[in-house]
């Protein structure tokens, strides 16, 4: 496969290449960035994972989703284990963490941005720093953060150490090969570069998990994120209509990816052996 260049439409319009990488059959981003490049990178406002704010339509839409799938979240973990001590790494603003704590479980988080670990601290939340200690949590969840991650290999493994034996590890991804990401090609918004360092596949995270001591239990589709993503594709391309087409676009998406489980992001449960 030919390198893919691919623009940072968010910040920079910078040109960044993704490329296979052979051993794990998901993208890279290069040049590789080191966090320090990188934060130029992340817009002042507006990030969505960070931001608190509502004001714009696309922003309402976001929360919107985002509160759908909070609930949706906490239905699947509570499918595979009892309230615990749960790390939520990368909370950006603390929703999820602050609805899991709400339904009784105890919970920590991990975050670098420092806007949003001023807000995580405003509202009360228990901020942990790394290394993360041995057997210590029950349930680790990132949330569309693992693709951030320059070094999985390396994290997964500081995952598998941190949880209890019979642990559980929620990762929520883009899914580089899903029938949108295809469709939209360079144009797919959550290729989202350099922010994401890599793009994965359910190839992808079966292998890395595996190679961390990781058995992957289940794979879930998620229905909202065809839907926000195409119609940021979609602003991309300049588009007429994009809400229309996004609509269209995002429906097709599920119905294409659903019953394979392949659709536009999906949420991989692996569990750490008893």
């Not at 991990?110 to 009360?124: D, G, H, M, V, Y």
Request: hydrophobic share 40%; charged share 20%; proline share 4%.
């Amino acid at each position: 496969m030919k390198p893919l260049p691919v623009i940072d439409h968010l910040v920079s319009k910078s040109s960044f290449d993704l490329v296979l990488d052979a051993e794990t059959t998901a993208l890279k981003t290069t040049p590789e960035l080191t966090e320090s490049e990188l934060q130029k990178y992340y817009p002042k406002s507006g990030y969505a994972s960070h931001d608190t704010n509502t004001n714009s339509i696309k922003s309402k839409i976001y929360a919107w989703i985002k509160w759908i799938n909070m609930r949706t979240k906490l239905r699947w973990i509570h499918q595979y284990t009892t309230k615990g001590q749960l790390l939520d790494y990368g909370s950006g603003n603390g929703d999820f963490a602050q609805a899991a704590q709400k339904l009784g479980w105890d919970v920590s988080v991990f975050e670098t941005s420092p806007n949003a670990l001023e807000i995580l601290k405003q509202r009360q939340l228990n901020v942990i720093e790394k290394p993360l200690q041995s057997n210590q949590h029950d349930v680790i969840t990132l949330w569309h953060v693992f693709e951030h991650i320059n070094n999985p290999n390396e994290v997964l493994a500081s995952f598998f150490k941190s949880l209890k034996p019979g642990g559980l590890l929620v990762l929520a991804v883009p899914n580089a090969a899903s029938w949108d990401a295809k469709h939209y090609n360079s144009f797919w918004a959550a290729y989202d570069v350099p922010r994401h360092r890599w793009h994965y596949n359910k190839n992808a995270i079966s292998l890395l998990g595996s190679k961390a001591g990781f058995q992957l239990i289940r794979i879930k589709n998620m229905f909202w994120d065809a839907f926000y993503i195409s119609l940021l594709s979609e602003h991309y391309r300049n588009a007429k209509a994009p809400w229309t087409k996004a609509l269209c676009k995002g429906l097709f998406a599920n119905l294409k990816g659903w019953k394979q489980t392949n659709t536009s992001s999906l949420t991989f449960f692996l569990q750490k052996p008893k």
